[in-house]
């Protein structure tokens, strides 16, 4: 854990030293000021709203970022965390749901065991552990993959001498930290690395992050799609109401009562 713990600082040292890679001069031979690389990073998520003053629309034209595109941008980021957690919590109440306590005829304790490893399997173990933990892996990696742009992007806020830009960087780069954590945690609970955990099953969880890291983006294209932001939070709330009441009002139509006998 300290060797791994050493090369994660030694990389992000580097990273803003721009040791590995120099990403400015990449970009172009001159050096990109500090309102280039603000507009042209996160411009597809609510994130620029936080360290911008005008933000392009999708018409072209530039518009002044108001208090509900700020309050926007940090609402879908705490948003976006909670649901991280919340994802983490349903692999550790999945593992609790599958245990059970039995009472064992040869030993006196009371034991807790999955219900899988009560099933005879003709499935060699060795090979099942192994698919396990090379599907949690590639689940693991593929979500890595997805959080590395904001990762990057935050690294570069903060060498930005912007109060603005360095805030949007901690919160970002909190929200990935968050990401990460949630996706081990929920595959690893899950799992405990024990046979009988499906393969399926570990990616759901990490494509349920997944989801969740789109959240920023999916909120910025509607929002590129309306003059009045305001717009978007009542539309979700009349959205969702109505469809409320129609799910309510048709579910006892599929619903058939139960009667039981005396």
């Not at 830009?165 to 899950?190: E, P």
């Amino acid at each position: 854990q300290v060797f791994f713990l050493t090369c994660f600082l030694y990389l992000l040292l580097s990273l803003r030293k721009g040791s590995i890679v120099d990403l400015e001069s990449a970009i172009s031979t001159s050096q990109p000021d500090d309102t280039q690389n603000k507009s042209e990073l996160f411009e597809d998520s609510t994130h620029i709203f936080i360290y911008t003053d005008t933000f392009k629309h999708s018409d072209g034209t530039y518009h002044p970022v108001g208090f509900i595109h700020r309050l926007y941008a940090y609402m879908i980021i705490f948003f976006q965390c909670f649901l991280y957690l919340g994802v983490a919590l349903l692999g550790i109440q999945e593992n609790n749901n599958d245990s059970a306590p039995i009472v064992t005829n040869d030993c006196p304790n009371t034991g807790t065991v999955k219900l899988e490893s009560l099933t005879c399997s003709n499935k060699n173990y060795h090979v099942e552990f192994l698919a396990t933990s090379i599907s949690i892996l590639i689940a693991i990696f593929t979500l890595t993959f997805y959080i590395l742009p904001d990762i990057m992007g935050s690294i570069i806020l903060m060498k930005i001498p912007d109060k603005s830009a360095k805030i949007a960087a901690v919160l970002i780069l909190i929200g990935a930290m968050t990401a990460t954590f949630s996706a081990w945690s929920f595959v690893s609970t899950l799992s405990n690395f024990n046979v009988g955990t499906s393969a399926v099953e570990v990616f759901l969880g990490c494509v349920g992050i997944v989801f969740i890291h789109d959240l920023d983006e999916k909120l910025r294209s509607a929002l590129n799609r309306v003059n009045n932001p305001l717009m978007i939070f009542l539309l979700v709330i009349v959205w969702n109401v109505v469809f409320y009441f129609n799910a309510i009002a048709i579910a006892p139509i599929f619903t058939e009562p139960i009667f039981t006998e005396q």
